[in-house]
């Protein structure tokens, strides 16, 4: 994954208030509400349970940069976010990191970060921060559930405790990067620019879903100041009319060729869109036409650009090395091209997903128990590697539970009827814990061949329905409170053994040692 676009969090553009932009805006490590460019970010507390706060030491950071959590805790396989959300909802992800050496190491430490179970990006911040700016990293993502994770997570080159400084989780239009199946796809920000502008970034208010357009200037393009404004509700990514009032431009009859992103990309596929406008006063005479390609392939083979704007967009657009894009003036056309303003986004492939009633038992299992693993939050397989503690899930399109092993964890609280619906299960180990309450009743989970509930609490009696488990091979109920003998069903069982407490046992032949 390439190093994604950053900024120096220091100047916004301010302009004329309006209602706040829908969704979380999280000023992560600080326990107040703060005001940047008329949002509030709150505290993230209620929205993680894990890791430490601290202060960074420093003058003249903004008030999102002043503050941070993070994680120590080596054991933990992730560490989420989780927000209440619409189903079947589109947001935008933005994270914003600033080391400030909080760790006194003054090294930037190299993590994953997760978006619900697909793996996002690296996040390396070691160059930014050695020219003294922050580091953001977006992306655009579909929310099926009602749920939304955003994750951090160590990896293979992580020798500290990640970190995050604030965290936004925007609200978007439905119409909004509707080219891609976000049921599939999750768009990662590579760059977004208004051009001819050598000023500050755009964002809210002007954009009203606080995307950040950068300034992007080049000496080698003449330079147009637009004279109209465009209505953003007329483009289905809903721009700020703001990234259309400079652009570049070339006179009548000649390419403009522009090199953006000004970095090499790897090849994959891309979302693209470029913006365009004439920048004359309306009129009936001002429009201008041309082609636009990129890399020598079409992009859109005739563009008549008005006063009122045009977007043209590809939601798999293939991309490798440098990207360099071609506005050719069609015959014709009073003026030469123009353009104002662009974003790319790397399409990333959803990793998967988790059986949705596995998903439901293990949050039952999560409320119903005390101190469960503190990586117990986002989703419980994916990616793979970080599975919740004690969760081992299979490969397959729809990713199942096949294991859960939470022996020792020092467990207090109940098993929920509703963890017999892990029908995929093979393995359930919650011995030397302090469980108590019945033991609900398994036959749905008919892959089962390892139960143990020894040493816990459990009462009542033993439940006949285990004997319905046509693959169980080892049953381990020993020292708990369980009343009466292990039903007879089960003790006709062959191949079966049975570990159970000297009260509970009745002569037969095929139990193993209590």
Same mark, same amino acid.
């Given at each position: 994954? !390439? ?10 553009s301010?302009s ?15 326990? =107040? ?26 003058k ?36 914003? =990191? ?30 930014? =921060?050695?020219?003294? %700016?922050?580091?953001? =990293? ?9 749920? @939304? ?22 609200? $978007?239009?439905?119409t ?5 199946? @976000? ?5 990662? $920000? ?8 050598d ?8 954009d ?6 950068? &300034? ?39 390419? $403009?060729?522009? %090199?953006?992103? &000004?970095f ?12 365009? %406008?004439?920048?004359r ?29 045009v ?5 798999q657009?293939p ?7 071609? @506005? ?41 128990i ?7 939050s ?5 990616? @793979?590697?970080?599975?919740?503690t +004690? ?13 859960l ?11 929920? &009827? ?11 180990w !919650? ?36 004997? %319905? ?9 020993k020292?708990?409170?369980l009343?009466?003998?292990?039903p007879?069903?089960l ?20 139990? +193993?040692?209590?």
């Amino acid at each position: 994954m !390439l190093p994604f676009f950053f900024f120096l969090l220091l100047t916004f553009s301010i302009s004329q208030a309006l209602p706040p932009p829908r969704g979380f805006y999280l000023n992560c490590g600080s326990p =107040y509400t703060t005001k940047l460019n008329e949002i509030n970010y709150t505290s993230d507390r209620g929205f993680i349970n894990v890791g430490n706060t601290t202060a960074i030491k420093q003058k003249d950071l903004l008030p999102i940069l002043s503050t941070l959590r993070y994680f120590p805790d080596k054991s933990s396989r992730k560490h989420c976010y989780n927000f209440p959300v619409a189903k079947n909802s589109k947001y935008l992800i933005r994270t914003t =990191y600033y080391y400030g050496n909080f760790d006194g190491k003054n090294s930037p430490p190299v993590f994953d970060q997760i978006i619900g179970g697909t793996k996002w990006s690296v996040v390396n911040t070691s160059e930014d =921060y050695s020219k003294g %700016q922050s580091s953001y =990293y977006e992306i655009v993502v579909g929310v099926p559930g009602r749920t @939304l994770s955003v994750c951090l997570a160590k990896n293979a080159k992580t020798l500290s405790s990640p970190f995050i400084s604030a965290l936004d989780v925007q609200s $978007l239009e439905d119409t909004m990067y509707n080219s891609t199946d @976000l049921g599939l796809y999750k768009l990662s $920000l590579i760059a977004r620019n208004s051009f001819g502008v050598d000023g500050d970034m755009i964002s809210y208010p002007d954009d009203q879903y606080n995307r950040l357009w950068q &300034p992007f200037s080049d000496k080698k393009h003449q330079t147009v100041t637009s004279q109209s404004s465009v209505n953003p509700l007329d483009f289905w990514n809903i721009p700020p009319a703001k990234a259309f009032m400079e652009g570049f431009t070339v006179t009548k009859g000649k390419a $403009l060729e522009l %090199q953006w992103p &000004p970095f090499p990309l790897p090849a994959t596929k891309y979302y693209i869109a470029l913006y365009f %406008q004439d920048d004359r006063s309306p009129s009936p005479l001002s429009w201008r036409a041309f082609g636009a390609s990129i890399n020598g392939a079409t992009f859109s083979r005739k563009l008549n650009v008005s006063t009122n704007g045009v977007m043209v967009y590809s939601g798999q657009w293939p991309l490798s090395g440098q990207t360099t894009i071609t @506005l050719t003036t069609a015959k014709g056309s009073p003026m030469g091209a123009v353009i104002n303003a662009g974003e790319v986004f790397q399409v990333i492939p959803i990793g998967g997903a988790t059986n949705i009633s596995d998903v439901t038992a293990l949050e039952d299992l999560l409320e119903s128990i005390d101190e469960p693993p503190v990586d117990w939050s986002g989703d419980p397989c994916l990616p @793979l590697p970080n599975s919740w503690t +004690g969760v081992t899930c299979s490969k397959e399109k729809i990713n199942k539970v096949i294991s859960l092993n939470l022996t020792n964890r020092g467990l207090a609280g109940s098993l929920p &009827p509703s963890i017999s619906n892990m029908t995929a299960l093979k393995d359930l180990w !919650l011995g030397k814990n302090k469980l108590t309450g019945p033991i609900p009743d398994l036959s749905p989970m008919t892959r089962l061949e390892t139960l143990h509930l020894e040493d816990n609490q459990f009462n009542g009696s033993i439940p006949e329905s285990l004997a %319905q488990l046509p693959n169980l091979r080892i049953l381990s109920i020993k020292n708990n409170k369980l009343q009466g003998t292990i039903p007879s069903a089960l003790l006709q069982r062959k191949g079966l053994t049975i570990q159970a407490s000297p009260e509970n046992m009745a002569s037969t032949n095929n139990t +193993g040692p209590s």
